[in-house]
């Protein structure tokens, strides 16, 4: 029932389809495992590719090279922004002895880990912390990202 709504409104607003859509930018990245050294190579080219965008605040969605959307989630200057949370990701899922502060980071490391190779972020500006969050809700709803369908689901 609520797909329907969320959908429709999605794509009212051209939120969705995400490819191909000029709303939406992409970052191409590789996920594996890294040296430090190699890691502030990794994250700058990502710091690069998002200075291009001109923006910091939204949402954004993980996909593997299979398609598969892994992860929808949303960053706000009033916190963190979008390029600290993709670097962050990037940091914990490659540094190979990283050691997760809880069961959330534990299983978005499992998440990104099990996915290593090429991955798409598509990145959404949005300025609105309360719009974000709504859109987040509903894109996850929709979308039905990988982490909420295997870590999530059971304990809703």
Known sequence: MYNTGFNDFLYSNRVLP???????????????????EELKLHNSDIV?????LEFNNGLYIYENSKGEI???GKGVNKG?????????????????NYVPKNRRHENLMDLFRSSFGEINIYVFNIENDYEATAIEAMLTRVLN???VDKYLKNNI
């Open 18 to 36: 995400y490819k191909n859509n000029e709303k939406w930018k992409q970052i191409k990245t590789n996920y594996k495992f890294r040296t430090r």
């Open 48 to 52: 690069r590719q998002m200075r291009n």
């Open 70 to 72: 892994l992860y929808i």
């Open 80 to 96: 963190v922004g979008i390029l600290e949370r993709i670097k962050s990701y990037s940091e914990k899922a490659c540094l190979e």
């Open 145 to 147: 990202p990988v982490y």
